[in-house]
């Protein structure tokens, strides 16, 4: 080895050694506000899921628990759907987002500690926006249930945490910018612009008559194609290619992938009012637009899966790589599915059944909710300095949720089109097409039960790792023997 | 940007200084093991991504030339072809149904009193079916009849031979072809029968009583001579008949009855 080499050997050596003493410093820097969003997602997550829970089993009851009126299905369905979806969901996507940017802005987020307020006004928001709606404060529009007084409070949280978003990406050190961080950026400006606008329309100043449908759903589906979506994708755009240490397959097919889920997916949403009293050009446009979804969804899907292939034996011991791959083959699943079901003559048979709830939980929970757990396996052991507790409860974890949410998008599909088929035949009843769904729901019952078990398995792993319990480990936490992983447990 | 100009080699940059409290080395197993951050590998989009693209824009293109109603704010029904021999073939023919359109401008404004049976409420409200109000017996007219509707009628009025004493609102609000339809309707349902109303006979009392005060009297009325009007030209109320070559999708009130 001649001296040259030796000094660009330790040059490189230093320049590693300055990347990790940076990545330990950002790591840091965003610590306290990523504990705090994932540990109030994950609260929130467990109420979601009782919520979630009795809601079913009273689609079964219709008089289990009736006498008390907080408790009534009117009240605990969008308890529910708000819980999950800005108790959960928001924060989890919020807390990734914040690391995520972070990371690959490589800058520290700085004033950290502003943004714990921020984490306070969110929780305090949907806390009493949950009361309210069990009080009977409800605004009835689905998705936006929030009375004022607590979308008021989500709305200043959210434009503080979008101003730190887009300031750390100002301040990021000079270079390539990744995909990811393109996702981040956008959804992090579209939300609030989303919800504000939706608030004003039908909660604050309401505009008038089927006007009122169309702002609905103009939110109903952006807020999960504009927002989780585009979170969730920058979460498995950064994910796989970290784990597996190698490059994303296609800048191009990311451009490509990018600018056609923006272009498509901020029509989608009339394809709910197919049939509705809405001139036909709107509802044809979001027909078209909701097919057009097939393009950036075979381009992620296509960018992900080369990327991954010839490595898919890493989901064998990477808890985070099997909960990310999990979700990224549940979101093509899931939005081909979505085209398909805004297609006039199949959304004849599927609107207004069970059919619609299974794919809304294949949306929102097999493809953003397990990517977030993988982001959440990931990331937890940087910021708190731990590693996870137990690989048997991440084992438990995921073979609990992932049967249960197959188990559950399963029987609501067959129960819903069988429901569907039941409703467009005249000579059937409409208490017999009730009767038909009728054992396909006991059957999501019981696959909520296997959810419900997961999410504690999840959040007692969560709090044993946030307690720093048991013995220091000197290895990541990975499924399987460690001997079998040893030359791929540097990795995770 | 000058906060991130600093060389390689140097230790890390101020703002990272704040954390020096945190003991990395130790702490951070999991930083020192990961890999570099995500960075593109630059394959090109495979051809056949780019066909289903292009296949499925030119679908999409397609899809709204049938569908869109020619994106029309007042075309609801998405069946309703906007182009093409489909179009031309379920474009409206012809005039619009005077009883079609009279049994629509009826329903909305005048049988909440007169009734959809057209029998009215005894001592309130006088019936229409076989009044000779409305089928011009006795001294009446077909011109009193189109000046009740424009502008009203109040005060002791006999019909069929009973007494009514009540106010009937103007309905100057509607256009003359409506009201010669809910004329030409009401002169031909319930067992009536009279020729129908034109919307020009309409529009020549309008103009002839405009700036009438207040609502007739029946004594007004009778110091009108009586006209029957000529049997209506054939055309219907003017302003439904479409050009006969158009394309043009029809509008709400004639595909309604399609949905």
């Known amino acids: ?492 | 940007m000058s906060h991130s100009s600093h060389s390689h080699d140097t230790p890390p940059p101020e703002e990272f200084r704040e954390h020096d409290d945190f003991n990395i080395r130790e702490v951070h197993g999991a930083i020192m093991r990961e890999k570099s951050e995500p960075r593109d590998a630059f394959a090109p989009i495979p051809l056949w991504v780019i066909a289903v693209f292009m296949a499925l824009l030119i679908w999409g293109a397609s899809y709204l030339v049938y569908y869109s109603g020619g994106f029309k704010s007042t075309v609801f029904n998405r069946y309703q072809p906007a182009w093409g021999a489909e179009a031309l073939a379920s474009a409206p023919k012809g005039p619009v149904d005077p009883m079609v359109l009279g049994k629509r401008v009826f329903t909305a404004n005048c049988a909440a009193c007169h009734q959809p049976t057209g029998l009215g409420v005894p001592g309130a409200f006088p019936p229409l079916a076989g009044s000779e109000w409305v089928v011009s017996g006795d001294w009446h007219g077909d011109n009193h009849l189109v000046r009740v509707v424009l502008h009203g009628l109040q005060g002791p009025i006999d019909v069929e031979g009973k007494p009514f004493n009540g106010v009937m609102p103007p309905w100057q609000q509607l256009k003359d072809a409506e009201i010669a339809a809910v004329l030409t309707y009401i002169r031909n349902e319930w067992g009536n029968s009279a020729p129908p109303v034109s919307a020009e006979q309409v529009a020549k009392i309008r103009a002839e009583t405009a700036g009438h005060p207040q609502p007739f009297t029946e004594a007004d009325l009778k110091a009108i001579p009586a006209e029957k009007f000529e049997a209506a030209p054939a055309a219907a109320p003017e302003g439904t008949t479409p050009p006969a070559a158009s394309p043009a999708p029809a509008t709400p009130a004639e595909t309604a009855p399609k949905a």
């Open chain 1, 1 to 492: 080895m001649n001296p040259t080499t030796q000094e660009e050997n330790h040059a490189a050596v230093s320049h590693a050694e300055r990347d990790r003493l940076e990545r330990a410093a950002i790591d840091a820097s965003t610590r306290l506000p990523v504990i705090l969003f994932y540990s109030s997602a994950i609260f929130w997550l467990l109420v979601g899921t009782v919520f979630g829970l009795l809601a079913a089993i009273k689609m079964n009851i219709p008089t289990f628990l009736d006498q008390w009126g907080w408790l009534t299905f009117g009240r605990i369905r969008p308890a529910h759907l708000n819980a999950v979806a800005y108790g959960w969901a928001s924060p989890a996507a919020i807390g990734t987002g914040l690391w995520l940017m972070a990371r690959l802005c490589r800058t520290p987020l700085k004033h950290a500690k502003l943004l714990i307020s921020a984490a306070v006004f969110w929780n305090l928001g949907v806390a009493i926006g949950i009361c309210a709606i069990l009080a009977g404060d409800s605004r009835s529009i689905e998705w936006l249930e929030f009375p004022n007084y607590a979308s008021g409070l989500l709305f200043i949280s959210y434009g503080l945490i979008s101003v730190w978003a887009v300031v750390m990406f100002h301040f990021r050190q000079p270079g390539h910018v990744y995909v990811s961080q393109w996702y981040i950026l956008a959804a992090f400006l579209w939300f609030p612009w989303l919800y504000s606008t939706s608030n004003l329309l039908l909660n604050f100043e309401q505009i008038q008559g089927g006007a009122q449908g169309a702002v609905n759903w103009w939110f109903g589906h952006n807020v999960l194609g504009l927002w989780f979506t585009p979170i969730a994708l920058a979460t498995i755009y950064y994910l796989i290619p970290k784990v597996l240490g190698r490059p994303i397959h296609s800048y191009y097919l990311s451009i490509l992938g990018f600018w056609t889920l923006a272009l498509f997916y901020s029509w989608n949403g009339m394809h709910h009012l197919i049939g509705g009293p809405f001139p036909a050009w709107m509802i044809s446009a979001s027909v078209v637009a909701s097919v057009m979804m097939v393009v950036p969804v075979i381009t992620t899907a296509v960018n992900f899966h080369m990327t991954t292939v010839g490595h898919f034996n890493a989901l064998k011991w990477s808890p985070t790589l099997r909960f990310t791959v999990f979700g990224a083959v549940c979101y093509t699943l899931a939005s081909g599915q979505g085209s398909t079901m805004a297609i006039p003559s199949l959304n004849v048979i599927t609107h207004f059944t069970h059919y619609t709830i299974g794919h809304s939980h294949l949306g929102m929970y097999a493809f953003f909710t397990m990517v977030m757990y993988g982001a959440i396996y990931y990331i937890m052991p940087r910021v708190v300095g731990w590693e996870w507790p137990s690989s048997r409860l991440i084992r438990w974890h995921f073979w609990l949720v992932a049967i249960g949410i197959v188990f559950m998008v399963i029987v609501l599909s067959v129960g819903g089109v069988l429901q569907g088929l039941a409703l467009l035949n005249p000579n059937v009843t409409f208490m017999k097409s009730l009767e038909i769904a009728r054992p396909w729901l006991w059957m999501r019952s019981g696959s909520g039960i296997l959810l419900t078990a997961g999410h504690i398995v999840f959040a007692v792993n969560f709090t044993l790792l946030l307690l720093k319990f048991g013995k220091r480990r000197s290895g990541p936490t990975l499924f399987g023997k460690r001997a079998e992983v040893e030359s791929e447990m540097h990795a995770v």
